[in-house]
C-alpha cells in the first residue's frame, strides 16, 4: 500500500465553483501535511501546509486535516483557468516527503 | 525572494555516461533533499543532507551519489547512466533538520538516450 493515497481520477470543474481534493495517509505518526501544484513540466509550488486538525484557510484555499481518520483535502473555491493543474498531497514522514500521485484538476471556462 | 536554483536545466546523455546536477538552495537553508520524478509519476525522495552530511537516504541507486558542500550547495552524481533515468530531478532546500515545509527548485530534465 501506498503511504499517500490520492484516488480520485480527472477532476473537471466550472469555472468559479469548487475543486474538492481528498488524501488519505497510512503512517499514523505523520505530523506534517502539505499540498503542492505543479503544472506539466514544471516544479512542485507549495501552496498549502497544515499541521493541526481542523481547516485552514489561504485566500482561495483552505486545507482540511483529520488525523483520527489520517485524511487531508484541499479545497479551491471560485476554481480559476490557472488553477487547472496537478495536485500532489504530500506527507512529512522522517523529514523526507512522501506523495501521492496527484489529482490533475481542469477548470472550465 | 531567492529560489532554489538548479543547473543544468536540461541534459541529453548517452546510456553509460555520466552526468552532474548542481542545487543551490535558498540562502540560509542548510537542508537540501533530491527528489526524482518520471514520466506520469509521483516525486520519489532519493538523498539529503543537512549541515553537509547525510540525513536520510531513500531510494537512490548505487550509481548514484551526492554531497554538500560548505557553501550547503550539493550535487547529485549520477554514474553509468541507463535508459530509466530519464526523468525530471529536483531539488528542495528548507532550514533546520526538522523544517518541514520543502521548497523546489525548477529541476533538471534529464534524457538518457
Known amino acids: 500500500q501506498k503511504e499517500v493515497e490520492q484516488n480520485s481520477g480527472p477532476l473537471s470543474v466550472p469555472e468559479g465553483a469548487i475543486a474538492s481534493l481528498n488524501c488519505t495517509y497510512s503512517?499514523?505518526?505523520?505530523?506534517?501535511f502539505f499540498w503542492y501544484r505543479q503544472y506539466s513540466g514544471k516544479s512542485p509550488e507549495l501552496i498549502m501546509s497544515?499541521?493541526?486538525?481542523g481547516d485552514k484557510e489561504d485566500g482561495r484555499f483552505t486545507a482540511q486535516l483529520n488525523k483520527a481518520s489520517q485524511y487531508v483535502s484541499l479545497l479551491i473555491r471560485d476554481s480559476q483557468p490557472s488553477d487547472s493543474a496537478t495536485y500532489l498531497c504530500?506527507?512529512?514522514?522522517?523529514?523526507?516527503?512522501?506523495f501521492g500521485k496527484g489529482n490533475q484538476v481542469v477548470v472550465i471556462p | 525572494a531567492a529560489g532554489v536554483i538548479q543547473s543544468p536545466r536540461h541534459l541529453i546523455k548517452e546510456k553509460r555516461e555520466t552526468a552532474t546536477l548542481k542545487c543551490y538552495p535558498i540562502p540560509r537553508h542548510d537542508t537540501v533533499y533530491w527528489y526524482q520524478q518520471g514520466p506520469g509519476q509521483d516525486p520519489q525522495f532519493l538523498i539529503s543532507?543537512?549541515?553537509?552530511?547525510?540525513?536520510d537516504k531513500g531510494s537512490i541507486p548505487d550509481r548514484f551519489s551526492a554531497q554538500q558542500f560548505s557553501d550547503y550547495h550539493s550535487e547529485l552524481n549520477m554514474s553509468s547512466l541507463e535508459l530509466g533515468d530519464s526523468a525530471l530531478y529536483f531539488c528542495?532546500?528548507?532550514?533546520?533538520?526538522?523544517?518541514?515545509?520543502?521548497?523546489f527548485g525548477p529541476g533538471t530534465r534529464l534524457t538518457v538516450l
Open positions: 543532507f543537512y549541515e553537509k552530511m547525510q540525513s
Open positions: 503512517d499514523r505518526g505523520s505530523q506534517s
Open positions: 504530500a506527507v512529512n514522514g522522517n523529514n523526507r516527503l512522501a
Open positions: 528542495a532546500s528548507n532550514e533546520g533538520p526538522r523544517g518541514n515545509e520543502q521548497f
Open positions: 497544515i499541521y493541526s486538525n
